[in-house]
């Protein structure tokens, strides 16, 4: 699943123009960075960690609004909820069907990957005190697709909020 993960996000920020740099080790629970080069020769990049999380126990419907994602570590949702002075970071999920077969179909003209990943801004997000395995809504209106990386860079580099 995570092989699967990382494909669909390479394959995203290649096509939004922009890096997809997988951790090596654990970087505080973040696992990857994407990075969007500056369009002005002296200017700076715009980027941001992504938490990648993979399941095959959900199946977001596009009539729902939104869909819960459930950590099996509090830490992993605490690191995303806490505010962020500098480098700002993202919760990408992907819901993936259960048989492994499944996952891609392939025709002449292209691959498909079945399901989709989407994405959240959990910063500023109150955890309850009492929960040990929190949850997160992720509207499914959040697809993590190049129209939403490059408006989600845009974002960053303009200093809004991304989760309004």
């Keep these: 699943m995570e092989q699967l993960q990382e494909g669909y996000m390479q394959s995203i920020a290649a096509t939004?123009?922009?890096?997809?740099?997988?951790?090596?080790?654990?970087?505080?629970?973040?696992?990857?960075?994407?990075?969007?080069?500056?369009?002005?020769?002296?200017?700076e990049e715009t980027s941001f960690y992504v938490q990648l999380k993979s399941t095959t126990q959900i199946s977001p419907r596009a009539s729902a609004a939104s869909f819960s994602y459930?950590?099996?570590?509090?830490?992993?949702?605490e690191r995303l909820a806490r505010p962020r002075k500098g480098i700002k970071s993202l919760l990408v999920?992907?819901?993936?069907?259960?048989?492994?077969?499944?996952?891609?179909?392939?025709?002449?003209?292209?691959?498909?990957?079945?399901?989709?990943?989407?994405?959240?801004s959990l910063e500023g997000t109150e955890i309850p005190e009492d929960v040990e395995k929190p949850s997160a809504r992720i509207s499914t209106a959040n697809?993590?697709?190049?129209?939403?990386?490059?408006a989600i860079m845009t974002k960053i580099e303009r200093g809004e909020p991304l989760n309004d």
Aim: hydrophobic residues 40%; proline residues 4%; aromatic residues 12%.
């Design 143 to 150: 697809l993590f697709n190049a129209e939403a990386l490059s």
């Design 70 to 77: 459930r950590f099996e570590q509090r830490s992993y949702m």
């Design 16 to 43: 939004a123009g922009c890096l997809f740099i997988k951790q090596e080790r654990d970087m505080y629970g973040m696992d990857a960075m994407l990075v969007r080069p500056s369009s002005d020769p002296l200017g």
């Design 93 to 120: 999920v992907m819901a993936i069907p259960k048989g492994q077969l499944d996952w891609t179909s392939v025709q002449h003209s292209h691959l498909e990957v079945r399901q989709a990943c989407y994405w959240a």
